[in-house]
């Protein structure tokens, strides 16, 4: 008799596992959704989104005003702090910016080469609703400034630099699609001052302002720094560009000045230089340093000290030469420009030891050749006057005995 064994595969084994996890999960769900039921009586308790939404440019030329009213009906909520969620952009950026705030406005600096959209909503915290946190929906609001004129026509390749800590140059070529008779001009605004400014000292091609001079900017640094530099033309309007930075990340130093290279022993060095001049505190630089050893090994290293000892790479080595510049460091900005390279020093070996080597010992084996060569020359003649003179003597001898 044959024998019949019923196997359940394997597969079929998970199958009926999974089922009975899916079982398992929609009891769960039957059980949550009639407590979330529940849950959801308390949140008919309903806030009204912000009143007066809207986005206001006092002509800081992009910082902006957000500021909104209360919601309507609010006293059922009298022991209430009502907060607002504030979210905003530039459009085309990914992130939102959130705020939580109790205040009706907020403030902050945007780029107005694009538009601005915000959002906000009304916020009743758990304390008010017994529990659950009851939000409105949002109210909306975007900005645009006028964006009149073609893009060709605004100005390309801004660029500021604020020298050494002191004076702000910026410079810019006209748009391509500019006309003769266009001209541009440079405003700009940072907090702490009533109103825009104007610039007042242009620089200028062809009567066309192509560049700024700024004057002292009392209190500018770790702030925003924005500048809007639009234009005028009879025939066409010209488009308006908008800039932001901080001061403190555009800065070049002065090249350092000074430097000293002193040879300890033959393999130790010591680098020295003095900072640039100027307003900058010590600790705000960071240096790089290029050391040339007989032209051929050039090391590139950076230090926030303003000396540096450095072993050479080889003894023999007959000259060294550096050259430093300078930057603002991490701990004063978060950016910066490096300064020119500074003037090379240089250090060269004993130039005794080195004449001695190259020119002396040839001299002195030429000298050596010469005198020993004058010696046998004159030590052979001697031997011949010698030879001569006795035979002489001997004559005179003779003649005197002769006598
Ligand atoms: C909170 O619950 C209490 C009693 O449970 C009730 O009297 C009160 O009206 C509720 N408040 C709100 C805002 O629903
Ligand atoms: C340029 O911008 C300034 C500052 O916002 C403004 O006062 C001025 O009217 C603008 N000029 C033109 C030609 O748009």
């Known amino acids: ?81 009502v907060e607002y969620e504030l979210k905003y952009r530039n459009i085309d950026s990914e992130s939102w910016k959130t705020i939580i705030t109790k205040n009706l406005h907020y403030k902050d600096g945007f780029d107005l080469n694009k538009g601005i959209e915000a959002k906000i909503h009304t916020l009743l915290p758990g304390q008010c609703t017994n529990g659950s946190d009851v939000q409105s929906s949002w109210s909306e609001a975007t900005y645009w400034t006028s964006l009149q004129g073609n893009l060709d026509t605004k100005i390309q390749d801004m660029d500021c630099v604020y020298y050494n800590w002191q004076y702000l140059f910026c410079s810019w070529k006209p748009g391509t699609g500019a006309l003769f008779d266009t001209n541009y001009n440079l405003f700009y605004w940072y907090e702490g001052l009533d109103h825009a400014l104007e610039c007042s000292d242009y620089t200028k091609d062809n009567k066309i302002n192509i560049g700024c001079r700024f004057p002292y900017l009392e209190s500018s640094d770790y702030k925003d720094f924005y500048i809007c530099v639009n234009g005028s033309s009879e025939s066409k309007p010209i488009r308006s560009s908008y800039f932001v930075f901080q001061l403190q990340n555009i800065v070049k130093p002065l090249p350092p000045d000074y430097l000293s290279l002193t040879v300890k022993n033959s393999e130790e060095i010591i680098l020295r230089w003095d900072l640039p001049r100027g307003p900058i505190p010590a600790k705000c630089f960071i240096y790089e340093i290029q050391l040339t050893e007989d032209d051929t090994t ?29 930057k603002v460091n991490i701990y004063c900005s978060d950016d910066g420009i490096w300064s020119e390279w500074s003037k090379e020093q240089c250090w060269k070996g004993d130039p005794w030891k080195e004449t001695l080597l190259f020119s002396l010992i040839p001299l002195a084996f030429v000298i050596l050749s010469v005198l020993l060569i004058t010696c046998l020359v004159l030590c052979k003649h001697k031997t011949v006057v010698k030879m001569v003179f006795p035979m002489k003597k001997e004559a005179f001898s003779h003649q005197e005995t002769l006598c």
């Open 1 to 81: 008799m044959e024998e019949y064994r019923v196997e359940i595969p394997k597969y079929c084994l998970q199958e009926m596992a999974l089922i009975r996890i899916v079982i398992g999960c929609l009891y769960t769900l039957v059980i949550c959704t009639a407590y979330g039921s529940t849950l959801s009586s308390n949140a008919e308790i309903k806030v009204n989104p912000p009143q007066d939404f809207e986005i206001v440019d006092p002509g800081y030329l992009g910082y902006l005003y957000l500021q909104w009213q209360p919601p309507l009906s609010l006293d059922d909520f009298d022991e209430c702090t």
């Open 298 to 326: 050039c090391v590139t290293t950076t230090t926030i000290a303003n000396e540096m000892y450095i072993t050479r790479t080889s003894k023999e080595s007959q000259q060294l030469c550096f050259l430093v510049r300078s």
